[in-house]
């Protein structure tokens, strides 16, 4: 089992960074699957990025390539997301996610450990 916690959410202007962190405790954090979701106001929770447990291998939704980098430190058990280039619309709850499975990365429901989450206010 894995305990996350994220932390670096924040207000900012639109086109500004930021960087979330997700410290992850518990055993094997290195054999885990993770992933970044979102959730706006009155929205679904959505899939933002993923990475496996090499971290050559990266996932993203359509609305954040190019601008969203997911990378992780297995020695520091810590995931994080690098957002550029902010834009009102990424402005929600970004939480952290683990699994074992290496299949369903962009699937909320693969997932069964989940972060309290951090918010992002993208402000114009």
């Known amino acids: 089992q894995v305990q996350l916690v994220e932390s670096g959410g924040g207000l900012v202007q639109a086109g500004d960074s930021l960087r979330l962190s997700c410290a992850a405790s518990g055993r094997s954090f290195s054999t885990y699957s993770m992933g970044w979701f979102r959730q706006a106001p009155g929205k679904e929770r959505e899939f933002v990025a993923g990475i496996r447990w090499s971290d050559t291998d990266t996932y993203y939704a359509d609305s954040v390539k190019g601008r969203f980098t997911i990378s992780r430190d297995n020695a520091q058990k810590t995931v994080y997301l690098q957002m550029n280039s902010l834009k009102l619309e990424d402005t929600a709850v970004y939480y952290c996610?683990?699994?074992?499975?290496?299949?369903?990365?962009?699937?909320?429901?693969?997932?069964?450990?989940w972060g309290q989450g951090t918010q992002v206010t993208v402000s114009s």
């Open positions: 996610a683990a699994k074992v499975r290496l299949s369903d990365m962009g699937v909320v429901t693969a997932y069964p450990y």
